[in-house]
C-alpha cells in the first residue's frame, strides 16, 4: 500500500522505516523543512541498528531510500496514498486544520489514520472521511514496540479495522483493537496513572526519579514483562488483590495538571535527552548515540524475549473475565 505520513518528528520518521519495513511504499511530509530534511539520517540510524541485530526485515539502505520518499508539500504526499497518517503536534486545533486541508487533497478511499496518544479526533475530522477513519497509536520507538492501538471512528465498519489490523499483524506488530474510543486506550492510560503516582512521590520528596526506576526496573519490569498485571495477580491469588482494595491503604493521587519536579526542570530548560538532561543528567552523551544504545538493548531483550515467551495474553488462554 502506498503510505503517506504527515509529520516526520519523533514518531513520523520511525513510522516511514517501520511500513518501509513492512514492504510499503511511504511519502513522508512535515511543513518544517528542517524536521523533513533530518529524517533521512534518522531512519538510516535506526535502520542500520535494526540490520545490526537482524531485524531490518532485510531492508537496506538502498531500499529505504528507494521506498520512503520525501515531498515537500501536502498534496505531493497525499496524491496516491492508500492510508494517510497523520503524526503532527498532539494539539486538537493544529489536528482539525490538517485535516480540514488533507479532505480536499486525499484520494476519496483513502484510510485517514491519527497516531494521537490521547485525543478523540474523530470530532475533528471532516464527517465524510469518518467511515474511513481510525486511531492507529504506535509506541515510541515503533520499529522496536510492537503494540498498535486500533480505534474505528464511529462510522468505520468493522471489515475496515479488521483490514488493518491484519495489515499490521502481517508486518509483525501486535494491534490492539478497542471496542471503542478511551483517551490513552489501555497502555497510555496504565502509563499516565503510573506517572501521576511518580510525579506525586518525587514531588511530595518520598522519591528521586533514579529510586522510582530502580522499583520499577528491579521490581515489577520482570515480571510484567511476563505475566502483565492481571496473570500476576492470579499468580499472588485474587484474595490478596480484593484485600488491598477493601483496606484502602492506597488513594491515588489527586490529578493537578502539572508536577512542581517537571515544571522545575522545564524551567531549567532541563527537557529531557535531546538537552542532554532531564530527570537524568545525560552527561552531554550524543542523544543519537543514547537512542542507538536503547535500540541495541531493546532488541538484545527482544531477541532473548522471543525464546521465552510471554505466560500472559492472548499466548494463553484467557479465562472468560
Ligand atoms: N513522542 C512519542 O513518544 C509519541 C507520540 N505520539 C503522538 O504522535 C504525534 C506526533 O508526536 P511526535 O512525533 O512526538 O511529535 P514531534 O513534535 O516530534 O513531531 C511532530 C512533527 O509534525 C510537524 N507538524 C506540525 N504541524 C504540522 C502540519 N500542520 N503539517 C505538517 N507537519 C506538521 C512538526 O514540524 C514536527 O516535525 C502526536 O499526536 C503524539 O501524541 C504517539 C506515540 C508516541
Ligand atoms: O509511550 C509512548 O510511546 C506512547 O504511549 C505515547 O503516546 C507517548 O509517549 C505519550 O505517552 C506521551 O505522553
Redesign the pocket.
Known sequence: MNIAI???????HALALVFAIGGHRVTL????AE?LARAPGLMEKARGTLEGAGEAGGLSAAALRERVTLHPT?AGAVAEAGMVIE????KPE?KR??YAELDGLMRPDAILAS???YLDVFPLMPPARLPRAIIM????PPYLVDLVDLVGSPECPEALLEEVRAMLAAMGKVPLVMRRFLPGYIANRLQSALSLECYRLMDEGYATPQEIDEAIIHGLGLRMLLLGQMAKSDLTGLPLSAQALANRMYEPPKPRGHSDTLDRALAEGRTGVMAGRGLYDWGGEDPATLLAERDRRLLALKRAFREIGPMAGHAQTPQKA
Open positions: 504527515i509529520g516526520a518528528g519523533l514518531m513520523g511530509t512535515d511543513n518544517s524536521a501536502l503524526a503532527i503536534i498532539e493544529p486544520a490538517l497516531n494521537t496518544s497509536h504506535w509506541y515510541t
